[in-house]
């Protein structure tokens, strides 16, 4: 399966007690929604796990794989990325996006200008970020993802129209805007 078919939904962090059980980091809206999602597989897809979720801690998810009875087991797979096919996925509702969807998109000014492109979905506690490799550059942006800097997403055009935040000059001032 292509990675474009599969979406990242957690990852084995460590073992958790002596049965076997392990703590998993999610990225799903609600933590322990990770088990409602069927089979999971990992990165290359040689392996997949049933997850049965046990409960839910600050750290992360405690759950049970099958296949896994004991702590040697559990230590075995921690570091694993765990991936469900994207066709398990239901729809993103109107305004929302999986971060999947995000990357790759072509980021475009509001005048059409190309500015380069989608190449990550950051957050860091305060709201997502896209990160967009700048065309003709090695340097990237970090853009807000927001009404107020991006636009527009339109994934049958694969685009996002994105207004850039005003740089900072040397001295980390914003300057002055000129009405």
């Known amino acids: 399966m292509a990675d474009s078919e599969r979406i990242l939904l957690g990852r084995i962090v460590a073992a958790h007690g002596i049965r076997g059980d392990v703590l998993v980091r999610t990225y799903t809206g609600a933590a322990d929604a990770i088990g409602s999602y069927g089979p999971l597989s990992d990165a290359d897809g040689r392996r997949t796990f049933k997850l049965r979720v046990l ?18 087991g559990a230590e075995a797979i921690t570091g694993t990325d765990l991936y469900v096919a994207r066709a398990q996925l239901p729809a993103a509702e109107e305004g929302s996006f999986y971060h999947a969807d995000l990357i790759g998109l072509a980021a475009v000014a509001p005048d059409g200008t190309d500015i380069g492109r989608v190449v990550s979905v950051h957050n860091f506690g305060a709201g997502d970020l896209l ?49």
């Not at 005003?166 to 002055?176: Q, S």
């Open 55 to 72: 409960r839910v801690t600050t750290k992360g998810v405690v759950a049970r794989l099958d296949g896994i009875s004991d702590r040697n």
């Open 131 to 179: 990160e967009i490799a700048l065309g003709g550059s090695r340097r990237t942006e970090l853009v807000p993802f927001t009404a107020q800097f991006v636009l527009e997403v339109d994934l049958a055009r694969r685009i996002a129209v994105v207004e850039l935040p005003i740089p900072a000059d040397d001295e980390g001032e914003t300057p002055p805007t000129t009405d």
